[in-house]
Structure formats: structure tokens, C-alpha cells
């Protein structure tokens, strides 16, 4: 079975600081993919980026980025110069089954950001 | 177009009615997805589709029932449910294999 585990049920940061969030996850699958999602109060589920689990670089995206160690079953994500408009629930998930793409979400951690 | 979009918005119905909640997308996704989400949880996955075909179900009780009439469609028919299948419901597509999920704003479902 492939679980997601966030620890962290809510964090907070000052406008314009860094923050982590962290996740860990499980599986005995070799080829999966993970992602983190934010869910603002409009409640769309919004991609803020994605790492394959073959490759060893972390991604980036913009002020966005993760920091994945594989053998730790380890997936943070690192926001910089956190802006007011980042505040919202972010999940860590997990795509596992190949074609079906069958998508893991972790419990959830509210980040707010404070001006 | 990188939309999902799913009708209604919002759903009020009562435990004897049948409705049910559309999706639709144009992105040529062959993987389509029910979850269903409960305020300040995850997620969960109800069901999924690829290639038109159901290829997960998630142990739903049988008063949800999925439809992929095409490609670029999927419903959801509900009937007889209970107070507490009240929820957001989400639609979401992707590509397959290591494709993200988009993602529609899901309908609020309130059963009384």
C-alpha cells in the first residue's frame, strides 16, 4: 500500500520569508511520481510542481522547490519570498499505477502567510 | 485548454432525489477521476477511469454510480444518498503515467 504522511497540520509565515513543509511517503513501487497541490479557498486543486522519482535534481519552479531524498521516502517543498496569495491548505501526493495514475493525497498542511 | 469543468457548482438534494454531477474536459486526457473531499481533509479517491473504462473503484457504496460516456466526459449519478455524503465533490483528469491531475472547482454537495 502507498500512504503520504504530512506532519505539520499548519504553519505560518511572514510575507516575503521562506518556509518548508514537510512530507513523507511509502511505497514498494520503483516508478512513481510525487506532487505537491494547493487548495486556496476557492477550493480549485492547483499543481505547484512535480518530481519524477527517477531523477536524483530536485525541481523547481519559480520561488517554489522540493528537496527529495529517495532513500529517506523524503518530499519537502521550500517556498520563497512567500507572498500573501500562497496562502492555502498545500497536499503532498503521491502518483502511483502506471497509466492509471492512481493519485495519494496526504492529510493536508494550511500555510498562512501574514503580512 | 487546460480546463476540467464540472457542473453544478452547487447541489441541493434530498435523500429520495437522483441527480447527477458532470465533467468534461478537452485535453485529450485518457485517465478520469472521482474524488470526494470532506472540509479540512484530503481528497479521497472514489473512482477511476482509463481509456473509458472503469479500472478503480474505491469500495463506493453502490448509491454512486460512475459514467464515461466518452473520452472528454465523465458523470457521476447519485441516488437515495445520506446526510453524510454531503462534500465537495472533485472531477480531475491527466495524461497517464506520471502526468499531473488538473483539476476541476468540484461541486458542493449538500444532502438533506
Known amino acids: 500500500a502507498q500512504t503520504v504522511t504530512q506532519s505539520q497540520p499548519e504553519m505560518s509565515v511572514q510575507e516575503a520569508e521562506t518556509v518548508t513543509l514537510s512530507c513523507t511517503y511509502d511505497?514498494?513501487?520503483?516508478?512513481?511520481?510525487l506532487f505537491w497541490y494547493k487548495q486556496p479557498p476557492s477550493r480549485q486543486m492547483i499543481l505547484v510542481i512535480r518530481?519524477?522519482?527517477?531523477?536524483?535534481q530536485n525541481a523547481t519552479e519559480n520561488r517554489f522547490s522540493v528537496n527529495f531524498q529517495k532513500a529517506a521516502k523524503s518530499f519537502s517543498l521550500k517556498i520563497s519570498d512567500s507572498q500573501l496569495g500562497d496562502t492555502a491548505m498545500y497536499f503532498c501526493?503521491?502518483?502511483?499505477?502506471?497509466?492509471?495514475?492512481?493519485?495519494?493525497f496526504g492529510t493536508g498542511t494550511l500555510l498562512a502567510v501574514q503580512p | 485548454d487546460t480546463e476540467v469543468t464540472q457542473t453544478p457548482k452547487h447541489l441541493v438534494m434530498g435523500m429520495t432525489n437522483k441527480k447527477s454531477l458532470k465533467c468534461e474536459q478537452h485535453?485529450?486526457?485518457?485517465?478520469m477521476y472521482w474524488y470526494k473531499q470532506k472540509a479540512k481533509k484530503p481528497p479521497e479517491l472514489m473512482f477511476v477511469?482509463?481509456?473509458?473504462?472503469?479500472?478503480i473503484n474505491e469500495s463506493v457504496p453502490s448509491r454512486f454510480s460512475p459514467e464515461c460516456p466518452n473520452s472528454s466526459l465523465l458523470n457521476l449519478h447519485l441516488h437515495a444518498l445520506q446526510p453524510e455524503d454531503s462534500a465537495l465533490y472533485l472531477c480531475a483528469s491527466s495524461q497517464g503515467t506520471g502526468g499531473e491531475a488538473f483539476f476541476g472547482q468540484g461541486t458542493r454537495l449538500t444532502v438533506v
Open positions: 518530481q519524477e522519482a527517477y531523477k536524483q
Open positions: 501526493s503521491g502518483g502511483y499505477g502506471g497509466a492509471t495514475n492512481k493519485l495519494i
Open positions: 485535453m485529450g486526457h485518457r485517465a
Open positions: 477511469y482509463s481509456y473509458e473504462k472503469l479500472s
Open positions: 511505497t514498494s513501487e520503483s516508478n512513481y511520481y
